[in-house]
T-cell receptor, first 115, second 113 residues
Framework: NAGVTQTPKFQVLKTGQSMTLQCAQD?????MSWYRQDPGMGLRLIHYSVGAGITDQGEVPNGYNVSRSTTEDFPLRLLSAAPSQTSVYFCASSYKVAGVFYGYTFGSGTRLTVV | QQQVKQSPQSLIVQKGGIPIINCAYENTAFDYFPWYQQFPGKGPALLIA?????SEKKEGRFTISFNKSAKQFSLHIMDSQPGDSATYFCAASRNSGNTPLVFGKGTRLSVIA
């Protein structure tokens, strides 16, 4: 049981490049989400999914796309990287019991620098 | 509009002291209030959580106090240790629905020996 696995751990992109941050979980959690963490800003929600085939926008979705074709995977795509997207990105998953969501399990993060 | 306001931004306490971190929220529909602990270079990890049907919850040295009428909740760390030095985040959500967690901006705690 690996929990939530994020790859890569570090990435440097040039402005305008695109890339996909990978997130996989092996806990059969139906709920997955992407957050970005910036100094003094806490964790801000980018996109989330309540199950395979269902995604929705969070607080800061611009410049990012997601899809959820399987329960296990929730990749985050940067369409055209900008320096403002320099951040640490965290993927999280959660499960529901009797209609109530329980604590998130976070991955170890991807540190992205856009130059 | 910040949905969960956390204070202070940073906190320094002596070993054995009781740091207190406070959070306030506006949305009365929130019904799940967790605290997360994050060490440098790691993802946040769930520390303790409370639902509004109780006013206090203890797990080891960590206690959440919850004041529904004031829309506030706080984290107390008893007998703090240098190993407790980390960043702490409060969060809230309408957990009985399909809504994601909203986080506070975090408190960096340093416990000095």
């Amino acid at each position: 049981n690996a929990g939530v696995t994020q790859t890569p751990k570090f990435q440097v992109l040039k402005t305008g490049q695109s890339m996909t941050l990978q997130c996989a979980q092996d806990m059969n959690h139906e709920y997955m989400s992407w957050y970005r963490q910036d100094p003094g800003m806490g964790l801000r929600l980018i996109h989330y999914s309540v199950g395979a085939g269902i995604t929705d926008q969070g607080e800061v979705p611009n410049g990012y796309n997601v899809s959820r074709s399987t329960t296990e995977d929730f990749p985050l795509r940067l369409l055209s990287a900008a320096p403002s997207q320099t951040s640490v990105y965290f993927c999280a998953s959660s499960y529901k019991v009797a209609g109530v969501f329980y604590g998130y399990t976070f991955g170890s993060g991807t540190r992205l620098t856009v130059v | 509009q910040q949905q969960v306001k956390q204070s202070p931004q940073s906190l320094i306490v002596q070993k054995g002291g009781i740091p207190i971190i406070n959070c306030a929220y506006e949305n009365t529909a929130f019904d799940y209030f967790p605290w997360y602990q994050q060490f440098p270079g790691k993802g946040p990890a769930l520390l303790i959580a409370i639902r509004p049907d109780v006013s206090e919850k203890k797990e080891g040295r960590f206690t959440i106090s919850f004041n529904k009428s004031a829309k506030q909740f706080s984290l107390h760390i008893m007998d703090s240790q240098p190993g407790d030095s980390a960043t702490y985040f409060c969060a809230a959500s309408r957990n009985s629905g399909n809504t994601p967690l909203v986080f506070g901006k975090g408190t960096r705690l340093s416990v000095i020996a």
